[in-house]
T-cell receptor
Framework: AQKVTQAQTEISVVEKEDVTLDCVYE???????LFWYKQPPSGELVFLIR??????QNEISGRYSWNFQKSTSSFNFTITASQVVDSAVYFC??????????????FGKGITLSVRP | NAGVTQTPKFRILKIGQSMTLQCTQD?????MYWYRQDPGMGLKLIYY???????DKGEVPNGYNVSRSTTEDFPLRLELAAPSQTSVYFC?????????????FGDGTRLSIL
């Protein structure tokens, strides 16, 4: 069975600090996809990034970066120079990939990030 | 583009009442999903559908029913509302091709059972 663990439940930082959100996953599949979603206080779910299990390259997008390491089954998310607008709940999710599969997402419990001015 | 539209946004029900949460998408996506989000628990899959006429149970289906008569619509029905069904409900969709495609989520329905 798939499992996503986000051990951090709440993180509070001061604006301009860097912050890393941890995600550890479990799967028996050799091919899978990992996702990060953001849920701001308004409640909608916003897709941030997708990574497939074949691609361990780290990715940077502006102030956001992601570190995928298969050896430790981790897909961590770093926000550099955090801003108040980054305050949200962040979810890591895992999708199985099999022929004819329904690609259900397994979500972690989420990390509530508060960025103080 | 409307994307995934959920109605209503908020609703209060009495125990034992029934209601239908509506979800429609205009992206011609084959796959649709219903999740519930409880505080501190992430999202859990209730039901999903891979196309019109095909539905299947997710992780927490008890107390819910779904139907998929068209590609666009995927309503979720609560027959006998219970306090344990107080939650935020999200509908999502994605295209059939590519398991790596992200699911597109609606804005959610906040449901309280009193």
């Amino acid at each position: 069975a798939q499992k996503v663990t986000q051990a951090q439940t709440e993180i509070s930082v001061v604006e301009k600090e860097d912050v890393t959100l941890d995600c550890v996953y479990e799967t028996r599949d050799t091919t899978y996809y990992l996702f990060w979603y953001k849920q701001p206080p308004s409640g909608e779910l916003v897709f941030l990034i997708r990574r497939n299990s074949f691609d361990e390259q780290n990715e940077i997008s502006g102030r956001y970066s992601w570190n995928f390491q298969k050896s430790t089954s981790s897909f961590n998310f770093t926000i550099t120079a955090s801003q108040v607008v980054d305050s949200a709940v962040y979810f890591c999710a895992l999708s199985e990939v099999r022929a004819g599969a329904n690609s259900k997402l397994t979500f972690g419990k989420g990390i509530t990030l508060s960025v103080r001015p | 583009n409307a994307g995934v539209t959920q109605t209503p946004k908020f609703r209060i029900l009495k125990i034992g009442q029934s209601m239908t949460l509506q979800c429609t998408q205009d992206m011609n996506h084959n796959y649709m999903y219903w999740y519930r989000q409880d505080p501190g628990m992430g999202l859990k899959l209730i039901y999903y559908s891979v196309g019109a006429g095909i539905t299947d149970k997710g992780e927490v289906p008890n107390g819910y029913n779904v139907s998929r008569s068209t590609t666009e619509d995927f309503p979720l029905r609560l027959e006998l509302a219970a306090p344990s069904q107080t939650s935020v409900y999200f509908c999502a969709s994605r295209p059939r091709q590519g398991s790596n495609q992200p699911q597109h989520f609606g804005d959610g329905t906040r449901l309280s059972i009193l």
